[in-house]
């Protein structure tokens, strides 16, 4: 019990101390309302902020010219770094009702929209104090722990002609009386956003977004030919369509295997006789299956994994990116791109084995939007493959050929704070985890990292 009291007002302080920084903000909002500082008549129920006066930009309101020619909430920097400030409003908000959150957003001369130009959402007590989640945190930190309810940040989506849709759907928290909504401007100097399409609505209850995934444990070992090696993988798949899997993950060069491992006897085309074979049982199952591959493309070989949809059809393919000295050192060729395919159920990314021993492919699949990423592996650090998945805020589906004793990579579907939800423990079964992908994981502290993350970190 001594050892836990620490770390627990640790974090305390911690929350705490992150929820003063938007308390001293709301405060500096009211103040420049009051010293006139703004180019024009506020519009009612709008105020205007930023943290210190020095850093102050300049504020507009414009009632036509919008979106759809709606009115617009301007920031405008002069050539000084790093300016701060906001558009700020409070609604009334009913605890545990569901509410629709949009603005549209159009920038002139900014380098990084996604950190400087951003919305926040602050959930509120009826004298704007804070207040907490309603659910306490499921997670392999500090079980139990009820998160306050730091801010929602809405993602970005390019809508076209110069705009782009900041938007979420959110349900209230029960103690919430009031929302406070902010529209940001930050660190752009000589540039301008404009803020329009204004929409905070009460809407019917969020759908869940509901996704099985599946892993196999298996070692294509057996047969000679790469149909061979496919047929090995038709009773797991059958196994996982029965446990009602949306998406199966298969190992990591499954053709390849020919008592030793033999990349360009396995080499094919994508889409190709092994991807037909696994189309044929995607639209069998009515699943997604991505398999392990050895892609011929005149005369380069890439190490892949392939995304087969329930049509039978390839949807997509990624090629590795980091090759270990094994694969370059015998004309292997590195992918360069981090794809990311829409599915009917959400985005899935892929890497392959050696990409999961260094951040930047994962990251850069989340980047891209991928809230699974699928990882054929034959051999890696666990911890790696729990890092990629809590670091990124995504679902990672693993499949391996490493033994359970060994004490190293599983084949597993690992949650968003990097646990495994669940695992194949035997050589030749399937494991399937049923995830929300719309329910965020809330830490202590931080709150939804997910989505802060997006407006936090490194360019580089």
């Known amino acids: 019990m001594k050892s836990t009291l620490?770390?627990?007002?640790?974090?305390?302080?911690?929350?705490?101390?992150?929820?003063?920084?938007?308390?001293?903000?709301?405060?500096a909002a009211d103040e420049s309302t009051r010293d006139g500082a703004t180019s024009t008549r506020l519009p009612k129920g709008w105020a205007t902020g930023t943290p210190r006066t020095e850093l102050r930009p300049e504020f507009e309101h414009l009632a036509t010219g919008g979106w759809n020619d709606g009115p617009r909430w301007i920031v405008?920097?002069?050539?000084?770094?790093?300016?701060?400030?906001?558009?700020?409003?409070?609604?009334?908000?009913?605890?545990?009702q569901t509410y629709r959150f949009e603005v549209r957003r159009r920038i002139e001369r900014v380098t990084t929209p996604r950190q400087s130009c951003y919305a926040r959402v602050f959930w509120q007590d009826e004298k704007g104090g804070t207040i907490s989640r309603d659910k306490p945190v499921f997670a392999?930190?500090?079980?139990g722990a009820v998160p306050q309810a730091l801010p929602d940040y809405p993602a970005d989506q390019d809508i076209g002609d110069g705009w782009t849709l900041l938007a979420n759907t959110y349900t209230a928290p029960k103690a919430a009386r009031?929302?406070?909504?902010?529209?940001?401007?930050?660190?752009?100097?000589?540039?301008?956003?404009?803020?329009?399409?204004?929409?905070?609505?009460?809407?019917?209850?969020?759908?869940?977004?509901?996704?099985?995934?599946?892993?196999?444990?298996?070692?294509?070992?057996?047969?000679?030919?790469?149909?061979?090696?496919?047929?090995?993988?038709?009773?797991?798949?059958a196994q996982a369509a029965e446990k009602k899997a949306d998406l199966i993950v298969l190992p990591e060069t499954l053709t390849a295997l020919r008592g030793k491992w033999d990349y360009e006897a396995a080499a094919e085309p994508v889409p190709g006789p092994a991807t037909d074979y696994f189309g044929t049982l995607a639209k069998q199952h009515d699943l997604y299956i991505v398999a392990g591959l050895v892609e011929r493309d005149a005369h380069l070989l890439y190490n892949v994994a392939v995304l087969i949809g329930p049509d039978a059809k390839v949807v997509g393919k990624y090629r590795k990116v980091c090759l270990p000295r094994g694969e370059h050192d015998t004309g292997v060729q590195p992918g360069k791109e981090f794809p990311v395919f829409q599915t009917r159920f959400g985005k899935v990314g892929m890497m392959v084995c050696y990409d999961g021993f260094f951040?930047?492919?994962?990251?850069?699949?989340?980047?891209?939007?991928?809230?699974?990423?699928?990882?054929?592996?034959?051999?890696?650090?666990?911890?790696?493959?729990?890092?990629?998945?809590?670091?990124?805020?995504?679902?990672?589906?693993?499949?391996?050929y490493t033994p359970v004793e060994s004490n190293w990579m599983v084949s597993?579907?690992?949650?968003?704070?990097?646990?495994?939800?669940?695992?194949?423990?035997?050589?030749?079964?399937?494991?399937?985890?049923?995830?929300?992908?719309?329910?965020?994981?809330?830490?202590?502290?931080?709150?939804?990292?997910?989505?802060?993350m997006h407006r936090a970190r490194p360019e580089k």
């Open 140 to 143: 392999s930190y500090m079980p």
């Open 76 to 96: 405008r920097t002069d050539r000084r770094e790093g300016q701060v400030g906001w558009w700020e409003t409070t609604l009334p908000v009913e605890g545990g």
């Open 412 to 452: 597993a579907v690992f949650g968003h704070d990097g646990a495994i939800l669940t695992q194949a423990t035997e050589w030749g079964t399937v494991a399937v985890a049923e995830v929300d992908l719309d329910e965020p994981l809330l830490w202590p502290s931080m709150g939804d990292f997910r989505g802060e």
């Open 6 to 27: 620490p770390l627990v007002a640790l974090t305390l302080l911690v929350a705490a101390l992150a929820w003063r920084g938007p308390f001293a903000l709301r405060v």
């Open 178 to 237: 009031q929302a406070t909504v902010q529209l940001i401007f930050r660190w752009a100097p000589s540039a301008q956003v404009e803020w329009s399409g204004f929409r905070f609505d009460a809407v019917s209850e969020k759908p869940r977004r509901v996704v099985r995934l599946a892993t196999v444990h298996k070692v294509p070992s057996e047969g000679t030919t790469t149909r061979d090696k496919c047929e090995l993988f038709a009773p797991l798949i």
């Open 359 to 400: 951040p930047e492919p994962a990251r850069e699949l989340t980047k891209n939007g991928a809230e699974v990423i699928a990882f054929p592996v034959a051999g890696c650090n666990p911890l790696l493959a729990k890092a990629r998945a809590c670091e990124n805020h995504v679902y990672l589906v693993s499949s391996t």
